[in-house]
Each structure stands twice: as structure tokens, then as C-alpha cells.
């Protein structure tokens, strides 16, 4: 009995290790690279979602749910693009129409797309979410296309741990030069 517990307590270990490393490797690597890392290792995409839950699982509010109040305010007639989709929960809380992108289908309502490249027309949507997804080092690629597939005067919600921040004036500043004014922090 004790040495199942000892092993089950290492292996949990071992997989928040994995998550950790795989996380990591998501915010310092360009986008391509993410795609290619999760397609030549679908386990490792696996251990990445169920880390990930567990994680957001201990904080006292998960941003998605958060996103999700603000968005039922608004009307559902919005359509949305959730850029890192994960299991859709976004898609699955509103009624409005959301196209989902993931590098992984874990939903069958993901598209399958690097976030830096999205399959909509110019101008397709009102809202854009990154939620916690705001990853890789091409980040201005990634929010042009934010930028390309929203309407003039759309939405762009970012949820994104603090920490990640570096500079959070100088973010705020290269989002304007990409023509996205800050409406509410
Ligand atoms: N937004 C979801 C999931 C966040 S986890 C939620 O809040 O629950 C971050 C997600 O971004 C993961 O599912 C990961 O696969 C995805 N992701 C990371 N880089 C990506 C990329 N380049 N293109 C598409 N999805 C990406």
C-alpha cells in the first residue's frame, strides 16, 4: 500500500514537471514550433491539458468563466474567436457563434490551426479571446491576426497570468501601435 502511494505521489510529480517544462516551452518558442512539438508528441499535449486543469483548478477564479459573465452581457448575436481554444468551454458556455482554435483537437469543435494563421476572412468576427493562450515569441504575428479577422471596432479580451508580463506599459504600448486601444485593464 505505501509504496502505491509513494509511486502514484512521484508520478504526479512527474507530470506537473512535464507540464511545467511543456508550458514553459509554449512561451518561448515561436507558435510554428508549438504545432510542430505537439504534433510529432501528442502525449506530451495530453499531459500539458491535464496539468493545465489541475493548475487553474487551484485558483480561487478560472479568467474563462470570468469572460464568459462578461460576454453573456453582450449580445449573443457576437460572433467570437477563442485563439487557444483548449476544450472549448468557451464555445460550449455562450450561445453565440464561436470558432475555435487549437493546435490539437481535445473538442470536435476545434479547428486545427496555428493561432498565427487562422482559416477566417479579414473582418470575420466582433470578439477575439486569448485566454491564458497568449503564447509564443512571435507575438505581433499572432495579434495581427487577431487584428485581421475582427471588425473595426471589435474586441480583443487577453487573459494572461501578470507574471508573464514584463513590462505591462510596454505591452500596452505595442498594442496601440498595432491599432488596439485599451479600453479596460
Ligand atoms: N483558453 C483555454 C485553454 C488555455 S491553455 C482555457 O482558458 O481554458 C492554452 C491553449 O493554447 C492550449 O490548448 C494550447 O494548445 C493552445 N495554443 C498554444 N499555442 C498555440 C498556437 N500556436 N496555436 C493554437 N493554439 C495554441
Redesign the pocket.
Known amino acids: 500500500g505505501r509504496s502505491a502511494a509513494l509511486r502514484a505521489r512521484m508520478e504526479e510529480r512527474l507530470l506537473s514537471a512535464r507540464f511545467r517544462y511543456i508550458n514553459q516551452q509554449?512561451y518561448t518558442s515561436p507558435?510554428r514550433e508549438?504545432?510542430r512539438l505537439?504534433r510529432s508528441d501528442p502525449q506530451a499535449?495530453h499531459i500539458?491539458?491535464r496539468g493545465?486543469a489541475r493548475q487553474?483548478g487551484r485558483w480561487p477564479e478560472?479568467?474563462?468563466h470570468r469572460i464568459v459573465r462578461l460576454l453573456r452581457r453582450r449580445p449573443a448575436s457576437l460572433v467570437v474567436a477563442?485563439?487557444?481554444?483548449?476544450?472549448c468551454?468557451?464555445a460550449r458556455s455562450l450561445r453565440n457563434k464561436v470558432h475555435c482554435?487549437?493546435?490539437?483537437p481535445?473538442s470536435p469543435l476545434v479547428t486545427v490551426?496555428?493561432?498565427?494563421q487562422v482559416p477566417l476572412a479579414a473582418e470575420a468576427v466582433d470578439v477575439v479571446v486569448f485566454?491564458?493562450?497568449l503564447?509564443?515569441t512571435n507575438l505581433q504575428e499572432i495579434l495581427e491576426e487577431a487584428n485581421r479577422v475582427l471588425k473595426p471596432g471589435g474586441t480583443l479580451l487577453v487573459?494572461e497570468v501578470a507574471s508573464r508580463f514584463e513590462d505591462m506599459r510596454a505591452f500596452l504600448s505595442a498594442m496601440a501601435l498595432l491599432g488596439f486601444k485599451s479600453v479596460s485593464k
Open positions: 509554449l507558435s508549438a504545432a505537439f499535449f500539458y491539458h493545465f487553474v478560472n479568467p474563462l477563442d485563439f487557444g481554444c483548449g476544450d468551454t468557451l482554435f487549437d493546435l490539437v481535445l490551426c496555428d493561432m498565427a485566454c491564458l493562450a503564447m509564443g487573459a
